[in-house]
């Protein structure tokens, strides 16, 4: 049974038998209403989780491509071999 406040009396209704208050039939949009605005309290909490996760984990990637780049770098700068010194230039042929 779907019950919401009547909208012209505040007193509780239901879908089945309207408004005991004022006599009002049944308001099935007003009911809808009271039964989105539960919703959209439950959606508001997993938008505000859905949110903490993404921002932990988008933290965790920003930290390993930094970690990732950082290794690399070292990677590339041991692979490298040690610049020879370049010759003197011999006298002119």
Known sequence: MTSYP???????????SGCPGCGRPPDPVAAEVIQ??????ELTGQA?????????VSTQLQVARQRRARLAAQVWASARPAPVPARPAGPPA
């Open 48 to 56: 505000e989780r859905a949110r903490l996760a993404y921002a932990d």
């Open 36 to 41: 989105l605005d539960a919703q959209i309290v």
């Open 6 to 16: 009547c909208p012209a009396c505040l007193t509780e209704a239901s879908l089945e």
